[in-house]
C-alpha cells in the first residue's frame, strides 16, 4: 500500500498593495474609536484628498465642517458614514427611529358642559 502525501503548494495571500485607497476625495468618514483614539461618535469627516501611504495603510486628509483645520489618518482609522435615508436636516430622535410622516391632524372635539 502507498501512501501519497497529498501536499499543496499554496501560494500566499497576495500583497496588499499600500496605493490603494478605499476612499476618494468627497467621500463622507467617521474616526474608529481604539485604543489611544479618542473618536467622537458624532464627528463626520469628508475626504479631502489623498496622501501616500504610511507602512502599509494609505493616509488621507480630512475634515469636519465643525473645525477649522485638517487632520491627517490612516485608512485603518477610518470607517464609511453610512448613508441612510435621513438627510442633514434630520432630527436625532428620526435618524435614530427613522423619519416617519407626522400624524394627521383630527379636528378638536369641544365638550360641552352637561346639564343637571
Same mark, same amino acid.
Given at each position: 500500500?502507498? %501512501?501519497?502525501?497529498?501536499?499543496?503548494?499554496?501560494?500566499?495571500?497576495? *500583497?496588499?498593495?499600500?496605493?490603494?485607497?478605499?476612499?476618494?476625495?468627497?467621500?463622507?468618514? @467617521?474616526?474608529?474609536?481604539? !485604543?489611544?483614539?479618542?473618536?467622537?461618535?458624532?464627528?463626520?469627516?469628508?475626504?479631502?484628498?489623498?496622501?501616500?501611504?504610511?507602512?502599509?495603510?494609505?493616509?488621507?486628509?480630512?475634515?469636519?465642517?465643525?473645525?477649522?483645520?485638517?487632520?491627517?489618518?490612516?485608512?485603518?482609522?477610518?470607517?464609511?458614514? @453610512?448613508?441612510?435615508?435621513?438627510? *442633514?436636516?434630520?432630527?436625532?430622535?428620526?435618524?435614530? !427611529?427613522?423619519?416617519?410622516?407626522?400624524?394627521?391632524? @383630527?379636528?378638536?372635539?369641544?365638550?360641552?358642559?352637561? %346639564?343637571?
Amino acid at each position: 500500500m502507498t %501512501a501519497t502525501n497529498d501536499l499543496r503548494v499554496q501560494s500566499p495571500p497576495p *500583497a496588499r498593495d499600500p496605493s490603494l485607497h478605499l476612499f476618494a476625495v468627497g467621500d463622507m468618514v @467617521r474616526l474608529k474609536g481604539g !485604543f489611544g483614539i479618542s473618536a467622537d461618535a458624532g464627528s463626520v469627516y469628508r475626504i479631502t484628498g489623498t496622501l501616500p501611504a504610511r507602512g502599509d495603510s494609505p493616509q488621507y486628509r480630512i475634515r469636519s465642517d465643525d473645525e477649522r483645520h485638517e487632520r491627517v489618518a490612516t485608512q485603518d482609522t477610518l470607517e464609511p458614514v @453610512r448613508k441612510t435615508g435621513g438627510g *442633514a436636516g434630520h432630527t436625532l430622535l428620526e435618524k435614530t !427611529f427613522g423619519a416617519s410622516p407626522a400624524p394627521a391632524a @383630527r379636528p378638536l372635539r369641544v365638550r360641552k358642559p352637561s %346639564a343637571k
